[in-house]
């Protein structure tokens, strides 16, 4: 009887749904979208350069990425669900950080968040491949994309409004929503997901897996672009706003910027459609070579603030194409016996960009002006586009005599 009074996306099914995926992917969002463009600010803000606050961003993601490859093996050891609830406690501890506000506990809340972020990432996509025919990745990935859409699009303007309201708002708003992630998740009781190895297979070493990701080529391409394509917008929501600061233009336009952006997160559906019409490598390259174009124009027109704006707002536009479509040349190609360590592997690209990005950025800003940043990110998105070439050319396409889609 009480079930009639819980919202319909939160009643528990014998199987997992799309829906239910989508919905800890929105919370998620809501979450991150909130700290998204606030966090290079109050980075920013505390350290005072755009070359310190490259660091700081260069260390989190270092730790994340080792934290992150800890996972798989955290998960042989203790229950997922806990792990995702760990996850989200990392979030809790996160934002509390935020909110002191101190030159210590600024770097310290972005660790924290970083950590959460690649845990709830791996554990999810873990979730996503128990329950997720290979043929239904794509919805499920574009499904994730609409739930996330007005978190992405209303937060990172929210955020940063907040921000001006007051330094702890944005956390405490953030927080607000971990604590509903939280709730929503043992609700939904995802458990452990399907236990398909051995049950007595000892826990393997962390880093024993990445053997086999290297041995697997589509694996290694579908990764890479994963890391191009977070690169991308890590220049977007890092540089963006402190490149217009630079320029005189403020520091609400970056957050204004990605909110509009993000808006085009509710065309996923019809993203996705259309890839799959086109095939996923036509998809992919269209993307990928659009988006590095706009970025080198974008850095080399610099002069003219409003022209480099309205460039990486376009080439955005293809970022969130690369969101529907990008992940799949990966996602496609993962053994179900690979499940929770190929995740882990997956959710890398999102470190390692946070790696290479800020770290890029250090190295471009000892010979070159802020603007050199879109420039690098250009040149690396345009050789994304030359790899994607040698995709399968009908990778993700369905085949009739099967009704499955090409591996």
């Not at 490598?281 to 269209?286: A, D, G, N």
């Not at 479509?325 to 999102?350: C, D, I, Q, T």
Request: overall charge positive; some cysteine; aromatic content about 10%.
């Amino acid at each position: 009887m009480a079930n009639r009074y819980i919202p319909l996306a939160l009643r528990h099914s014998p199987t997992p749904r799309i829906e239910h995926f989508a919905l800890l992917s929105g919370l998620d969002a809501s979450i991150r979208g909130v700290m998204i463009s606030t966090m290079p600010l109050v980075v920013y803000d505390a350290l005072g350069d755009a070359q310190t606050t490259s660091v700081v961003f260069f260390i989190s993601g270092i730790v994340a990425l080792i934290w992150g490859l800890m996972v798989p093996w955290a998960t042989r050891l203790v229950p997922r669900r806990w792990v995702y609830t760990g996850g989200v406690g990392l979030y809790l501890a996160g934002n509390a950080l935020g909110a002191m506000g101190t030159i210590w506990s600024v770097p310290l809340a972005l660790i924290c968040n970083a950590m959460a972020t690649v845990t709830i990432f791996v554990c999810l996509n873990a979730y996503v491949l128990d329950y997720v025919e290979r043929e239904d990745l794509g919805r499920s990935q574009s499904t994730q994309m609409v739930y996330a859409a007005a978190p992405w699009a209303i937060g990172p303007m929210a955020g940063v409004w907040l921000y001006h309201q007051g330094h702890a708002l944005p956390f405490l708003a953030s927080g607000a929503f971990a604590a509903v992630l939280l709730v929503s998740f043992w609700v939904l009781r995802l458990g452990n997901g399907k236990q398909i190895a051995r049950a007595r297979r000892p826990a393997v070493n962390p880093l024993g897996y990445l053997g086999r990701f290297f041995s697997q080529p589509r694996l290694i391409a579908g990764w890479m672009f994963a890391v191009m394509r977070s690169c991308g917008w890590w220049v977007y929501v890092v540089y963006l706003p402190i490149f217009c600061i630079e320029a005189g233009q403020g520091d609400k336009v970056g957050g204004i910027a990605l909110s509009i952006t993000n808006a085009t997160l509710f065309a996923a559906p019809a993203l996705n459609r259309l890839a799959r019409r086109l095939s996923v490598r036509r998809s992919v390259r269209l993307a990928f070579g659009a988006c590095g174009a706009l970025f080198l124009a974008a850095g080399l027109l610099a002069f003219l603030p409003g022209v480099t704006v309205a460039l990486v707002m376009a080439a955005s536009i293809f970022l969130v194409t690369l969101d529907v479509v990008g992940g799949l040349p990966f996602l496609m190609s993962v053994k179900p016996s690979e499940r929770n360590e190929m995740s882990a592997v997956y959710s890398s690209f999102r470190d390692v960009s946070s790696i290479v990005t800020p770290g890029m950025a250090w190295l471009v800003l000892w010979v070159a002006p802020l603007p050199g940043i879109f420039i690098a990110a250009g040149v690396g998105l345009v050789a994304s586009w030359a790899v994607a070439g040698r995709l399968h050319p009908r990778l993700g396409v369905t085949r009739p005599s099967r009704g499955g889609a090409v591996a």
